[in-house]
């Protein structure tokens, strides 16, 4: 009887060690509950991940890494546990991501679950990447439509930062989409570099209406090591979430007002340099 007893105990012992093995890394950072994506080799790119590239300091800063080991470059990703819907999303980043590798491509996004659409869909995305292309503007604006059968729409823009610090912001509303680049950490529109406000004539088809995971990248265009062969770490501040209400969210005009960029139209192709269909994260 003991011994079988011994027997049990052990292996229930066992089958705890194996429920964690595979286990998500978690984080917390700026109050919400983040995932860290583990090791293992995926798009976008395709690229080798590391748990172990993405981590919150003393100070509760989210660092990204993308680096070598033994010959290999390792990128980092996080996405949150739980589901954002409208509202403004605010990055504070540290960091020159308007002096980004070629290569290299820092991206902050949500992105569709499963239950909620297909890849290549309904994400909105601020990226600062060249695509290898080095006469191409760095700073790319994307929204993703509800199905594949339509086209994105993006805005490319050169940016021209004054130090490593940089607010990076998008406001999404069940019938438009306004981003912003602008200098410093701030919550005002003050010091705006960039704007692209996209209003199609059509948003249930043109622009998601369900909530989803906010994640955060940085990795190499089509798995191509930087030019310059460093490494690189790009600092998240600070993340902060408004929510709005979808009545509350809806324009009191169709028009945007004067200054605040181009207004993207119905089936808009994607600007020269903008991010191909094929490098959209896989999950």
Known sequence: ???????????????????????????????????????????????????????????????????PREGTWYCSEVSTTGRFGFGRYQFWIEGRVDKLDLNVVLGLFNYPTRDVGR??????????AKWALPKVPIGNYTVWPVERELKSASHTFPITLDGELSTQRFTWSPTSVFLQSLLGHRDDDAQQVASWRYQPQDPATRISQQPMPLHMNLWCFEGRPPTDGKPVEVVVRAFRFTAIEAEAAKP????????????????????????????????
């Open 1 to 67: 009887m003991a011994e079988k007893l011994a027997f049990v105990v052990g292996f229930m012992a066992v089958l705890a060690m194996a429920s964690g093995i595979g286990q998500a890394k978690t984080i917390r950072f700026s109050g919400y509950d983040w995932t860290v994506r583990g090791a293992g080799r995926g798009g976008p790119g395709p690229n080798e991940w590391d748990e172990n590239n993405a981590w919150v300091d003393g100070r509760g800063y989210l660092h990204m890494k993308l680096a």
């Open 119 to 128: 890849g290549g869909t309904r994400e909105i995305d601020i990226e600062f």
């Open 252 to 283: 009191a005009a169709p028009a945007p007002a004067a200054g605040l960029g181009p207004v993207g139209g119905d089936g808009v192709s994607p600007a020269p340099g903008s991010p191909p269909s094929a490098q959209t994260p896989s999950r």
